[in-house]
């Protein structure tokens, strides 16, 4: 860096002009440290991105952060370039490696011990049960760890050994599930599968009475659940030890612990009584497993693009030696590795490489019990839900839920006519479109979305302003109506309380009987080109007062005189909540909903469930039963239900920054309503819109499918116990 013609200056002058320009100099460089972006999972009850992350805006970080809601939500960031780098589990390494993308690297991993794998799986046989070989397996007594000790201890791994011995038995009469069962229970003589079996417990129930040999070895086999004594990893061996089976799936670290082999631990069996079984039929001593595993788990690691691998990497082999405060330290909390060592990886890989490294693993995830019969075919309305079905998909099959999903492209009543004509099995909906999917396209439902907050379901109200003479439904008489579509749910709800109330003329068409009602109307959706009386379009101004907000907009206007809107709808658009022009000004103690004979304290004409999942009429039983228990065990594994150290998967959140995308935010679980206790005499259902909807549908045309009162009539017991 030269300063020209400084002679000329005087000394101090000069002096002060190098120092300045030294100056600018230092200040760009600092401004031009290249920094790495780490995608920080939010956490709901510990959001350590809110303390941590803002230190890593030192001076000198040479990272900064980006969050995510999950983590194969930060894996995406990661593939598509939004964030530089991330700690997955195994599992997410699986999804990542699905996407063969050769511009992301596996850099470091994280090490709870000084083990090449975070755990190894083997079969544990009893000597005097004279097993010697994988063939004499058949007709033995087997020790199973169970169900529902996810995540670590999946599907995949806990079945892998008998989809590697078991001869599978796939019968197209019964579910993926049940052939699982049924395999195990003709190939041993009994087990000990203790724990939920499928998520649904009365279907649970029924398979454990159908194969109850998979219970006998339970310390408790009438009950067969998480309770049992020989449930879990370490169940399975007390299971063996006991003298109940002959072998047992177990992890290396539990049966080193459970035989003391590594000295310290109290014996709980003597060691010389057993044998590792390998999967090459020999038999070796406890205490000398080298190459005998059957499967080994990946240790969590990190993920990094490409071109930034190497300089993460040097980074976080600097993070043991950070002070407290500075940006190392930071990014030290943000990994929470206190208690693991961060490793580098010899030679940095692509995800596939790295999970090929651990036997048995890669395979486990790629083995199917049988060939599948068919897939889930999930129909998506636009490219924000096929992206999220895409990505659930990767991990469904990560944790081995089957059958497999496949995402459908197509818009929304496509999407019901495709579920009709048997090119796609289900269609997510809101109450919005339920007409529509029960009487143009003869859908039904078969789950529902379930919310653990009654005031998160759909309300549908008569909303007026809070000066307006309209006081009760009766005097709705002529009055100038806002709705928010065609046949949505606020256009049914008050055409099914004015029937009921013979306000309307007994017809069924609520087009002739709304029109004849009401003096004016704007009802966004209905065709002009149709015979429909011309009152039903008049107060519409373009697509002003189409949706929800649209048609409280038409109220708040004075366009309307009344709106039929969801109650959430004036709290979005009120208080400040809406900064467009129309709504900046509104308040919600301005607005105020008609209450019913028998409501006093909150009014509303209807309610209903968040969200519906919509299947073909004709859809068989087995059908039914195979994505029931698929969509609520994926429920239950990426929903709310669940609670882990941070989220593999949010299915019920916002994707992409969009809100209830595919399924509701609000929706905590699924729920399939066959199974719930029916309810006839509670009076709020007679206000449940699914039940509106299947009084309306009697009515209709002929083509109409007709919903039954079983099945909708328990809905409401799944929201009222819970409030």
């Known amino acids: 860096m030269a300063i020209r013609n400084c002679g000329s200056c005087g000394s101090w002058r000069c002096f002060l002009m190098v120092l300045s320009v030294t100056f600018l100099f230092l200040i760009n460089t600092c401004d031009t440290i290249q920094k790495y972006h780490i995608c920080v999972t939010e956490k709901s009850n510990n959001k350590k991105y809110t303390k941590y992350c803002p230190l890593l805006e030192k001076s000198g970080s040479k990272a900064a952060c980006v969050t995510g809601n999950s983590r194969l939500d930060c894996l995406r960031k990661v593939l598509q370039g939004r964030a530089d780098f991330g700690v997955f589990q195994a599992e997410d390494i699986v999804v990542a490696s699905s996407y063969k993308n050769p511009d992301v690297l596996i850099t470091n991993e994280i090490r709870m011990f ?35 000790y996810e995540p670590q201890w999946t599907k995949v791994i806990s079945e892998y050994f008998e989809a590697r011995v078991v001869t599978p038995i796939c019968d197209t009469d019964v579910t993926a599930a049940e052939n699982i069962f049924k395999s195990s229970s003709q190939f041993f003589k009994a087990t000990c599968k203790a724990g939920p079996w499928v998520p649904d417990h009365k279907l649970g129930t029924k398979l454990m009475q159908t194969y109850s040999n998979l219970c006998k070895l339970c310390d408790n086999p009438m009950d067969c659940s998480m309770n049992d004594k020989y449930w879990g990893p370490v169940g399975a061996l007390y299971c063996l030890t006991d003298g109940a089976g002959d072998v047992a799936w177990a992890r290396l670290l539990d049966i080193e612990y459970h035989f003391g082999i590594n000295g310290g631990e109290p014996v709980h069996a003597p060691a010389e009584e057993y044998s590792f079984l390998c999967a090459d039929d020999r038999l070796v001593p406890l205490n000398n497993p080298e190459n005998c595993a059957w499967l080994s788990r990946p240790w969590a690691a990190v993920i990094a693009r490409r071109e930034a691998a190497e300089s993460v990497q040097k980074i976080l082999s600097s993070l043991k030696t950070a002070e407290r405060l500075t940006w190392q330290w930071a990014l030290e909390e943000l990994l929470e590795i206190h208690a693991q060592t961060i490793v580098p990886v010899d030679s940095m890989m692509v995800p596939d490489d790295y999970l090929q490294k651990a036997p048995g693993f890669l395979s486990a995830n790629s083995l199917t019990h049988c060939e599948p019969t068919g897939k889930i075919r999930i129909c998506t309305k636009n490219s924000s839900e096929l992206n ?3 990505l659930l998909k990767r991990a469904a099959k990560s944790y081995g839920i089957e059958p497999q999903l496949e995402c459908i492209a197509t818009q929304m009543e496509s999407c019901m006519k495709a579920v009709q004509a048997d090119a796609a099995d289900v269609v997510t909906t809101q109450p919005d479109d339920l007409y529509v999917g029960y009487r143009e396209f003869g859908l039904r439902p078969l789950l529902y979305e379930y919310t653990k907050n009654f005031k998160s379901i759909h309300r549908f109200a008569a909303v007026v302003q809070m000066n307006s003479t309209i006081k009760h439904i009766n005097d709705l008489k002529g009055k100038r109506a806002c709705f928010s579509v065609y046949n949505g749910a606020g256009w049914n709800s008050i055409f099914s309380v004015l029937r009921n109330k013979t306000f309307v003329c007994p017809t069924c068409s609520s087009t002739t ?8 109307s704007c009802v966004p959706g209905i065709n002009k080109s149709q015979n429909f009386p011309s009152n039903l379009k008049a107060l519409c101004e373009n697509n002003l007062y189409s949706g929800e907000s649209g048609a409280f907009r038409c109220l708040a206007g004075g366009k309307g005189e009344v709106a039929f809107i969801e109650l959430n709808t004036i709290k979005e658009n009120t208080d400040g909540a809406n900064s467009e022009p129309w709504a900046v000004d ?13 409501q006093s304290e909150e009014c509303y004409l209807s309610w209903a469930t968040p969200g519906q999942v919509l299947i073909r009429g004709n859809t068989t039983d087995l059908k039914k039963t195979e994505i029931s228990i698929a969509l609520m065990e994926l429920g239950n594994m990426f929903g709310k239900y669940r609670k882990t150290p941070t989220a593999e998967f949010q299915m019920f959140a916002p994707f992409d920054n969009e809100n209830n995308v595919l399924f509701q935010d609000v929706t905590y679980r699924f729920e ?36 039954s009162s079983i099945t909708l009539l328990p809905l409401v017991f799944l929201y009222f116990i819970s409030v």
């Open 586 to 598: 509104l308040k919600s103690n301005h607005f105020r909903a008609l209450c019913l004979d028998d």
């Open 388 to 390: 999220k079905c895409d």
């Open 513 to 520: 009987a709304l029109g004849e009602f009401f003096s004016a």
């Open 672 to 707: 399939e309503f066959a199974s719930l206790q029916e309810v006839h005499d509670n009076k709020a259902m007679v206000y449940n819109y699914e039940r509106m909807i299947e009084d309306l549908s009697q009515c209709s045309s002929a083509q109409t499918v007709r919903i």
């Open 114 to 148: 000084d083990t090449p794998f975070e755990f190894e799986v083997y079969p544990v046989v009893r000597k005097s049960s004279n097993i010697t070989r994988i063939s004499q397996l058949q007709g033995k007594k087997f020790c199973h760890p169970g169900y529902g």
